[in-house]
DNA sequence: GCTTGACTTAGAGCTTGCTCTAAGTGATAA
DNA sequence: TTATCACTTAGAGCAAGCTCTAAGTCAAGC
């Protein structure tokens, strides 16, 4: 697969795709003879979990030492998943605050649409 | 209530209340005869609900039209309305696709856990 | 054999959202 | 009254995460 199919397939910009590549956040992918990348089934499934763990905003960084950690082999079982742990708790933290959020812009919501809208101050109680 | 005070209360810097404020993303605070800012109720609201928001991942942009709007009066009722529509879709939005990577992080630690994890192109498929 | 066009790399540039610096003001304490 | 210290503004600087540019390579079609 080449670097223009891969970047429609998963919505990533071909710029993106070397981008991801050179920072290490994906492994090298694979090349034909003549150097030109060519994404094989292991190349795409990198993408697609990254593409997942970014849109949720997992940063970089950790990420990428993920996939180092994954390179290492076996010996880097433990730290893999003591990250992940550290990501997934980061994640259920934010979801909990976006959660609330999300529950306060519909009682806005709601508020415009009974016309029942006070001043902002009065408002922000919830 | 001082910059500092307000700062400590919201735990946002002075710079970012400053420049919240400079922006437009809450309205003009109050000042002493000195030109001091002096937050009030109204003001500490405000900060609270843009904080709020923004931890939300809420972008800027679209928070300093909804303040805009706001000190247009009740005339621009509707638009505010509108733009907490849209944004609480976005939210939503991406609420649904943080839950389901924190599923699939779930499941990568359950299978650390259990010692099955498979090489990553195996384990793509959550 | 020459042109076209997608690919390559290295590195500069851009956007968002702060964060810091510089220069200045003004109220309080010694 | 003079030093201190928190405040003020305007604007520069910074970090993350892309995105774009320049210069070059290579395979395929005319």
Known sequence: MTITEV???YELSADTL???ER???IPTVHRTSSGIRD???EDCNWVEFIKCMRSSGLPI???IEYVTLFQEGDSSVDARKKLLIEQRDLLA???EAM???LERLNYKIKRYENGLMLKE???TKL
Request: hydrophobic share 35%; charged share 30%.
């Open 7 to 9: 970047s429609k397939k």
């Open 18 to 20: 070397r981008y991801y």
């Open 23 to 25: 920072i290490g956040l």
């Open 39 to 41: 994404y094989l089934e």
């Open 61 to 63: 960084e950790a990420l």
């Open 93 to 95: 933290i934010k979801l």
């Open 99 to 101: 959660q609330t959020t």
């Open 121 to 123: 101050n009065k408002l």
